[in-house]
């Protein structure tokens, strides 16, 4: 497809288990963000890739996060021992460089209880 | 470090009648500002970039406008499917971050 996708669209887990979120950015697009959007909340930030820099991680709210982006495309959003403050929809976008507009995906509904 | 606030959170509009949401920023340079759109349940959808004050961008109905500390989404005679939770998001010039920082948005309702 021409957009970016995200998998699974919903997921419901139980407190304490792990989760793997994974998102395929549009093709050729070097930048990636991963985003938070909890209820009547927006949009927290949350890791940022650029092609083969080191990630800007400083909006990861614990260790229990943690993201890795494979040979520049594909990214997987990992939440270890989920607490159900964990619960939003995680937004995954792509941009073809630095400063350009980002695209985002349809987003994954995480429901921890 | 970088602000974004949206104003008004909701707006309720008869069809056809005009008005202008405002992203009010703080950055300490800036990189781009950005405008999307959001239905229930989906992603934002990308609507304009601005780089520098002075600058507009038009699409169908939108218009957005850019000064050294806010931007103007204007709606002009809108309809009904023009109902969606606005977003603004600026990107600054800070330790080489590149993170977008996004406002809460403004819900818009357009009543026919």
């Known amino acids: 497809g021409a957009g970016v996708s995200q998998s699974p669209s919903n997921k419901v887990t139980e407190k304490g288990k792990d989760v793997e979120l994974r998102c395929d950015p549009i093709s050729g697009h070097t930048a990636l963000y991963w985003y938070r959007q909890s209820l009547g909340q927006g949009l927290e930030f949350l890791i940022y890739f650029q092609g083969n820099s080191a990630p800007d991680k400083s909006g990861l709210p614990s260790d229990r996060f943690s993201a890795e982006r494979t040979g520049g495309s594909v990214s997987t959003l990992t939440i270890q021992r989920t607490q159900q403050e964990d619960s939003a929809v995680y937004l995954c976008?792509?941009?073809?460089?630095?400063?350009?507009?980002?695209?985002f995906g349809q987003g994954t509904r995480l429901t921890v209880v | 470090e970088d602000q974004v606030t949206q104003s008004p959170e909701a707006l309720r509009l008869q069809e056809g009648e005009s008005s202008s949401l405002n992203c009010s920023y703080t950055?300490?340079?800036?990189?781009?500002l950005f405008w999307y759109r959001q239905d229930p349940g989906k992603g934002p959808e990308f609507l304009f970039t601005?780089?520098?004050a002075g600058e507009e961008k038009e699409k169908e109905r939108l218009k957005a406008t850019l000064t050294k500390k806010e931007s103007f989404l204007h709606i002009t005679a809108p309809k009904p499917e023009d109902s969606a939770t606005y977003l603004c998001a600026v990107q600054g010039i800070g330790a080489g971050s590149y993170q977008l920082t996004f406002g809460k948005g403004t819900k818009l309702s357009v009543i026919p």
């Open positions: 976008a792509s941009s073809r460089t630095t400063n350009t507009e980002a695209f």
């Open positions: 950055v300490s340079g800036l990189r781009g």
């Open positions: 601005l780089y520098s």
